[in-house]
């Protein structure tokens, strides 16, 4: 049985760090990967190891993300939402986005497939304001009525989410290998001089 319940009641939900004067410099050594919302909206999954490495003040690293966090754009045309699994560094999120962190009753997983629904994504659209720029502001998202499931429910879902996932990723990963082993044949293939009539 579902029962449904507003995201405020399920989850804290928090807006990311927003640089007014100048934006976290790319830095071989720093302290912190920087998410930002082209990462999350990007049609590949997010590598969480393999964002920009940026040097922040100390005061920021509260602002990092937690393992089962959920992230989600808070402008733009794209809501899809991603489940933080943890990374080599912090990972601080910077500008436009929402992260929410589920309560004990509701798990991450299962959030991150409720919110990529094509019906959820339906509502979350109703709740954009903005004429140009469009924004899915936290109050409008703390609104959000999720259909919650028992436990045991939501985290068989989450699982079959992440298996879909991890899936998808494998394509996409096979994908890249046949763009390079295509790029190289043709590349030999150009270097023999293409002629083998």
């Not at 929402?98 to 659209?125: C, H, M, Q, S």
């Not at 009525?145 to 998808?168: H, T, Y």
Request: some cysteine; glycine content about 8%.
């Amino acid at each position: 049985m579902k029962t449904a319940h507003t995201l405020s009641d399920l989850a804290e939900l928090h807006t990311a760090v927003v640089f007014r004067d100048q934006a976290p410099q790319e830095h071989p050594e720093g302290n912190v990967r920087a998410l930002a919302i082209r990462d999350v909206v990007s049609s590949t999954p997010v590598n969480w190891s393999e964002l920009p490495r940026v040097v922040v003040a100390a005061k920021y690293l509260a602002n990092c993300l937690q393992e089962g966090d959920v992230v989600i754009p808070s402008r733009g045309d794209y809501y899809r939402a991603w489940l933080f699994t943890g990374a080599d560094l912090p990972v601080l999120p910077v500008g436009q986005l929402n992260v929410i962190r589920p309560a004990a009753t509701l798990d991450a997983g299962y959030l991150v497939w409720f919110l990529n629904l094509p019906t959820t994504g339906a509502k979350l659209k109703q709740m954009l304001t903005g004429t140009s720029i469009k924004a899915l502001t936290k109050t409008a998202l703390q609104t959000l009525e999720v259909d919650l499931l028992n436990m045991g429910g939501q985290r068989r879902i989450a699982e079959i989410a992440e298996l879909a996932g991890r899936i998808a990723a494998i394509r996409h990963r096979l994908t890249e290998l046949d763009v390079i082993e295509v790029t190289q044949m043709a590349g030999l293939f150009s270097h023999l001089g293409g002629d083998y009539a």
